[in-house]
C-alpha cells in the first residue's frame, strides 16, 4: 500500500528538538503534523515573497498611476463644483434674458451636448476635446 509520504531523516539542534516536544505535547499533534505544517508555512511564505518581487513593481506603478488619476478627478471635480456654484451665485441676481439671449444660450447648450454625445459614441477614451477642433465652435452654436 502507497502512503503518498517519503521518509526524511535529519537532526534538529538540542534546543530546537526540546521546543518541538513541548509543542507537541501542548497541541496533542505528532511531530510530523507540526512539521509539516511548519514546511508548507515557510515555503507558501516563500512563494509569496517571489510573486512580490515578480510583480510587486508593476502593481505599485499602477498604484501609483492609479492614486494620480483620482487626485485629477478629485480636483477636476472640485474645480467644477466650484465654478458650478459660481455660476449659481453670480446668475441668481441677474435679470432675465430677453428671448434672443435665451434661444442663444438653448442653441449653445444644444450644441454642447450634441458635441458631448458624438464624443462618447464616437471615442473610448471619453476625450471632450480634440486637438484640431477650437472651443470657439461651441459657442459659435455648430
Known amino acids: 500500500m502507497k502512503t503518498f509520504k ?7 539542534p538540542d534546543d530546537l528538538s526540546e521546543a518541538l516536544d ?3 505535547a501542548s497541541s496533542h499533534s505528532s511531530k510530523t503534523a507540526l512539521l509539516t505544517e511548519g514546511l508548507k508555512a515557510v515555503l507558501e511564505r516563500r512563494a509569496g515573497h517571489e510573486l512580490d518581487q515578480r510583480f510587486g513593481v508593476r502593481l505599485d506603478r499602477m498604484s501609483r498611476g492609479q492614486e494620480r488619476l483620482e487626485n485629477k478627478v478629485d480636483l477636476l471635480a472640485e474645480a467644477f463644483g466650484t465654478f458650478v456654484h459660481h455660476q449659481l451665485t453670480m446668475v441668481a441676481h441677474q435679470p ?12 449653445r447648450y444644444q450644441a454642447f451636448i450634441d458635441l458631448v454625445g458624438r ?4 471615442d473610448s477614451k471619453l476625450r471632450l476635446m480634440r486637438l484640431d477642433e477650437s472651443p470657439g465652435e461651441i459657442s459659435k452654436g455648430h
Open 6 to 12: 517519503t521518509r526524511h531523516q535529519f537532526y534538529l
Open 22 to 24: 513541548r509543542l507537541c
Open 96 to 107: 432675465p434674458f430677453d428671448e434672443e439671449t435665451k434661444q442663444l444660450g438653448l442653441k
Open 119 to 122: 464624443r462618447l459614441a464616437s
